[in-house]
């Protein structure tokens, strides 16, 4: 039976430049054709979600006619999975417990995580990775009760040795994978990262040069999608394709509707490359 494939795209698209109200946001979104948003924002910030706020977005999101996939977990320069302060690994904990219950609460399965800092194959990385293991066993019991995997995303050139040693520790339906396509581009490890195809639980689509993070539209960088496409279509991936495309001023001079236009029109070309 052939899949019938939908498109996503994250919540923050406008979050770095226009920044209209989350209302607004979420019907354009919709008005536009989608169905489906990856929730993104507030994943760089210490921003704590009140029972009130998750029933909130929660709201907003239904009146608008979308559903929620999965949801971004918190990743600041000091807040973060790998830390060695005490305190600063309690507060991720906090929030990252945080985010699996809105994720839950909002109908998605899993939520995105930043792992920990180190080159490939270093005693810094090794350390750093252990030390996260604390955080994955904090937050186990309430992922199991809610049903809510954690995707590690590949976010470095250590990628490959991070989700084994992750891989080799956890179940699945408790770690998984998020592939970002435009890391895999420009840390050129795209080719690593596929056998990972039986963890892939979210993914992170966007377009770049190949010399860095651009969060573009497809086929505005050097990005091959048909390769990209083919493979996803490989690992049995069931969830609708996200795409983490951001607007960005350097890149594209024009209006928040002229950029959604663009963005649109983009991830159709992308669509009908799964539906071939």
Same mark, same amino acid.
């Given at each position: +039976?052939?899949?019938? !494939? *939908?498109?996503?795209? /994250?919540?923050? +698209?406008?979050? !770095? =430049?226009?920044?209209?109200? +989350?209302?607004?946001?979420?019907?354009?979104?919709?008005?536009?054709?989608?169905?489906?948003? $990856?929730?993104?924002?507030?994943w760089n910030d210490e921003v704590f979600y009140p029972d009130r706020d998750i029933g909130r977005y929660c709201r907003l999101i239904s009146e608008a006619g979308? *559903?929620?996939?999965?949801? =971004? #977990? &918190?990743? /600041? $320069?000091?807040?973060?999975?790998?830390?060695?302060?005490?305190?600063?690994? *309690?507060?991720?904990?906090?929030?990252?417990?945080?985010?699996i219950r809105f994720c839950a609460a909002a109908g998605g399965d899993c939520v995105v995580i930043h792992p920990p800092s180190g080159e490939p194959a270093t005693? &810094?990385?090794?350390?750093?990775?252990?030390?996260?293991? $604390?955080?994955?066993?904090?937050?186990?019991?309430?992922?199991? %009760?809610?049903?809510? /995997?954690?995707?590690?995303?590949?976010?470095?050139?250590?990628?490959?040795?991070?989700?084994?040693? !992750?891989? %080799? @520790?956890?179940?699945?339906?408790?770690? #998984?994978?998020?592939?970002?396509?435009? =890391?895999? $581009?420009?840390? *050129?490890?795209?080719?690593?990262?596929?056998?990972?195809?039986?963890?892939?639980?979210?993914?992170?689509?966007?377009?770049?040069?190949? %010399?860095?993070?651009? =969060?573009?539209?497809?086929?505005? #960088? &050097?990005?091959?999608? @048909?390769?990209?496409?083919?493979?996803?279509?490989? /690992?049995?991936?069931?969830?609708?394709?996200?795409?983490?495309?951001?607007? !960005?001023?350097?890149?594209f001079n024009g209006t928040m509707i002229e950029f959604l236009n663009y963005a649109t029109e983009s991830i159709k070309k992308v669509m009908v490359l799964f %539906?071939?």
């Open positions: +039976m052939k899949k019938d !494939y *939908k498109a996503c795209v /994250t919540s923050d +698209m406008f979050n !770095y =430049h226009f920044n209209p109200p +989350m209302d607004r946001r979420l019907k354009l979104f919709r008005e536009y054709g989608f169905e489906y948003i $990856h929730w993104c924002d507030n979308l *559903k929620c996939i999965d949801v =971004h #977990g &918190t990743a /600041t $320069h000091q807040i973060r999975i790998d830390t060695d302060n005490q305190s600063l690994r *309690k507060e991720y904990i906090k929030l990252l417990r945080n985010r005693v &810094t990385l090794r350390e750093n990775l252990n030390r996260s293991l $604390h955080v994955f066993e904090e937050v186990r019991p309430l992922c199991e %009760e809610l049903g809510v /995997t954690l995707a590690i995303e590949n976010c470095t050139k250590a990628a490959e040795e991070q989700l084994r040693f !992750y891989f %080799e @520790r956890f179940p699945s339906n408790f770690v #998984g994978f998020c592939f970002d396509c435009g =890391h895999a $581009h420009y840390q *050129k490890n795209f080719d690593q990262l596929t056998a990972f195809a039986n963890r892939l639980k979210a993914l992170h689509l966007s377009d770049n040069k190949g %010399e860095g993070d651009a =969060h573009q539209p497809p086929f505005w #960088g &050097t990005v091959d999608w @048909r390769i990209v496409v083919d493979w996803i279509k490989t /690992t049995g991936y069931l969830k609708p394709i996200n795409f983490e495309v951001t607007h !960005y001023p350097y890149f %539906e071939s």
